[in-house]
């Protein structure tokens, strides 16, 4: 969003009225929305994944991760969610470097 007072009087005349309330909104209060206004049929085509697999959520990378981190993992298909619980398991054994290396191991089985 643009600061009016700081800015000059062309970016505020371009994108002064540009508005962006989604950056207000949790992942949990986006989902109560989304059930409370029906719209759960649209959930399962939205995409966030980075690296998608076959057209498919990844399990790998930060959006996949925030998505079951915060309760909507059942966007993701149960190859994503296991992949997602071995980098989870890696990360919790070996720290950092393990998650790391699950995530390198996945996306070179991934590549051959």
């Not at 959006?63 to 890696?90: Q, S, W």
Request: glycine share 8%; charged share 30%.
């Amino acid at each position: 969003m643009v600061d009016r007072e700081r800015s000059d009087d062309i970016l505020n005349l371009v994108l002064g009225n540009i508005t962006l309330p989604i950056f207000d909104i949790t992942e949990k209060k986006m989902l109560e929305n989304v059930t409370a206004w029906g719209y759960m049929g649209v959930m399962q085509h939205i995409l966030f994944c980075h690296r998608p697999i076959d057209g498919k959520p990844c399990g790998l990378c930060s959006p996949c991760h925030t998505k079951v981190d915060n309760g909507m993992g059942f966007l993701l298909p149960e190859a994503a969610k296991r992949r997602y619980r071995h980098i989870e398991t890696a990360k919790k054994l070996f720290g950092k470097y393990g998650e790391r290396s699950c995530v390198r191991a996945v996306r070179a089985v991934r590549r051959a």
